[in-house]
Every structure is written in structure tokens, then in C-alpha cells.
């Protein structure tokens, strides 16, 4: 069967050399990367992916440029191939540069296609819809409709250890695309002193130890009753043995704001690290570390309002001054603010766009 990893504008090539490392070939496109694999690999791919945002089940692609076309396409997938009788299928949807513009009547008559073709195999004309969930996206992107089912259910993004948000928290899933694009080696401390909630730590933390990131939590696809119960166990109690927080090393933040750092605290915890990750209440501009040669990754406040563009600015001038207390040292910074490198005062080695939420950013190695 055909899926595709869907991830964050700029993450698609990643996304695609994560799922090769797990031994999946795939090819990148605009949000996500495509590839086929047996349902058991697709929940591998749910188990250990840590840049992407859902693993989609495509059920079928097609062209269409009147709404009949769209119910025609739906109505000709083989759905009873995919859901029980009794299968919960709501159905979400987008449209974009396309003719069908209210994206209510797409998900409507999508969902009526798939109840047509369920009645005519099923040979019923009502479904309790009370068993397991099957989300179904309609997504038309110009002339072309595509519908797919989600094996992921809740976003990827949730691990399950981040319970309360700090002020503009990384996503987790960028939060790892940074760890794993930045020139972090074997035995190099990686130190965040901007930590806020502990996002880059533990997402840091998670890659070293080998930890799969949805270790514990579930997927949409493990109530399907054609996943296979007993191999996705297997594939689980594997990953289980592979943690091991004792290839760690120093991972370690810091940030101004205590109550952050509560938070970031409690993160560690329910993200089974603590002990793990040193944390401490300091502003950057003091901060002195006795680890050599550190790699210093963050996500500095980008000072969005013209009332923090000042602070800010100096902030950055502060990250310089870290640097240069730190001989050896490595920066690698994510931000929106345009004039980064002027008050950094120095060009970075590389440069990658990409996006927080919405926000365009620049990922920039010194
Ligand atoms: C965008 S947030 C970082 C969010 C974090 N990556 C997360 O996932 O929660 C920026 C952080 O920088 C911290 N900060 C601002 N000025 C600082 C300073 N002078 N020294 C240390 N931390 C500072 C703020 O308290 C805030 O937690």
C-alpha cells in the first residue's frame, strides 16, 4: 500500500532519509514523503518517525473538476477493502487553486461516496459507525483530489510528554529536525540556553538514546483489525529494548524565566529523562559553561512586536559575546527576525528555511 509521511514545508527530505533509515525507500514531495509499505511498516514508520506529522494511507488520487467528478472518483475506491462495517469515518478536508471551493460540501460529498459504496457492499443501509476510527482527508490541490485515511490519529508531533505549553514552544517535530540538522557530534555537549519548555533538550535526549519518540502512545491504525495486533507488539517491545538513556551524555538548558522552567522540569520528567538533562535558571548573558567546545542550538525569542524588537536585537549581541566565551563552540539558531545575522555580527556557515507554524524562519549554523 501507498503512504505518505506528511510533514512541515522544508522537512520533506528529512522526513525522507528518516524513513530510509528504517529501511523504507521514498521520494520526497511538497509536504511529505511518499512510499509504499506493508501496514506493519507503516506503523513502524508511526513508532519512530520524529520529523513528520501523520502517516496517510492513500487511498486513491484523481482528477476532478466538478463536485459529481469528486463523488464519482470516492465512490469508485475500494473502501470496504479498507473499513469494517462498522468503521468510524469522519471526514476532514482542504482545497486549494481548485474549482470546488467550499471544502463542507467536498468532506459531505465524500462522505456520502464512501457510505454508497459501503451500503451497495455491505448491503446495508445504515452503519452503526461505533468501531474502530478511520480518518478520512479529502485534499484538492488545483484539479487534483486526493483522499487519504490516517493511521497516526492524534498528530505525531504528541509525544505525550509535553502537557502544558510555555510561551511560542517549538513543535516537537521541528524541535528534532533541528537537533538532526545541526553539526551536533558523538561526545559534544549540546546546550539550549533559551530552553523555555525543554522541547530541543528532550528531543535532543530522545535521538542520543535512541528512544522512538511515540513510544508511549498510541496510533489510529492499532485498532484496525488488518494491522496485524501481534507483529505492531513485537515492533513496540523492539523499540522498547533499544532505549538507552545511558548514550545520553550532556545535553543541558537554561532560560531567565523560572516558570518556564518549571515547566520545562515536569516535561523532563514525563518524558522518563529525568536525571538526564541539567537545567538552570540563568540569562544567557551570563551564562559560562564548564563543558568544552559545546554546540549551543536554540530558538531565541524573535521579537515579532516592535516593543521586544530592541531586546531582542541586544539578545542576539549576547549570543555573540556566548560564543566567543566558549572557544570551540558551535550555534546553531532558528529565528524569524531578518536582522539576525547584522547584530550576531558574523554570516553563518549554513543556512535553511523553514517554517514555526507559519512563521517563515532561517535555521542558521555559526
Ligand atoms: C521562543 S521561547 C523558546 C521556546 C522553547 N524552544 C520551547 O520549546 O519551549 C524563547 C525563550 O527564551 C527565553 N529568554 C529570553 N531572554 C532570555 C535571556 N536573556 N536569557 C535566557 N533566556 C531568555 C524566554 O524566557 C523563552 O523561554
Redesign the pocket.
Known sequence: MEYIAAAAFGLEGIVKRELKHLGMEAKAETGGARFSASPVEAFRANLWLRTADRVLLVAGEGKTLSFEDLFQLVFSLPWEDYLPKNARFPVSGKCARSRLMSVRDCQAITKKAIAERLKRHYRTQWFPEDGPEYPIDVSIHGDLARLTIDTSGTALNRRGYRTWN?????RETL?AALVMLSPWEKDMPLW?????????LIEAAYLRSRRAPGLTRNFACEAWPDFPKKEMEGIRREAEAQFDPGRIGMIGG????PE?LT??KRHIKQAGLSGKITVMQ????D?QLEAASPLFL?????GERLSDKK?CEQ?YR?LRALSDRHPGSRMGVITAHPGFERCYGKRAGQKRRLYNGRLECEFMIF
Open positions: 510555555g510561551e511560542a514552544p517549538l524541535a539550549d540556553p533559551c530552553c523555555g519548555t525543554g522541547t530541543l537554561s532560560d531567565v524565566d518556564a515547566l520545562c540563568k540569562d544567557l548573558r551564562l536554540l530558538n531565541p525569542p524573535y531586546n539578545l549576547g
